[in-house]
């Protein structure tokens, strides 16, 4: 993950993304990375994580944050309740991330069993 992101890191003010929220430079994308890490940091290496959210810059920043850490990721993007849970369960996701609209992160780790 260094290489991808020294690279974005280099790519600056370029046009990186456009969602809903608006459009993001690759500066942005590593400013939230950097924060995104902050807040993960009591996430272990090959954690099983399950995202809750749909595609967007905030989903994309901890996406490449999970990855760098060697996560198994688990992109959820339903919001039926019932089939969120299958999807948790099948893939035995031990810490589930959801993301609001503002990009603001709730962690839930599931108690071990």
Do not use: H
Not at 48 to 56: E, F, K, P, R
Not at 94 to 108: A, E, H, P, S
């Amino acid at each position: 993950m260094n290489w991808l992101y020294s690279r974005i890191k280099d790519l600056g003010g370029r046009e990186c993304i456009k969602d809903s929220t608006g459009c993001y430079t690759y500066q942005d994308l590593s400013n939230k990375i950097d924060t995104v890490q902050d807040k993960l940091i009591n996430v272990q290496k090959g954690s099983i994580v399950a995202i809750l959210s749909d595609y967007n810059f905030f989903s994309i920043s901890l996406f490449l944050c999970l990855l760098y850490k060697k996560c198994i990721i688990v992109p959820i993007v339903s919001k039926v309740d019932i089939e969120i849970k299958r999807k948790i369960k099948i893939a035995s996701v031990k810490i589930v991330i959801q993301i609001t609209q503002n990009g603001d992160l709730f962690i839930n780790q599931k108690e071990k069993k």
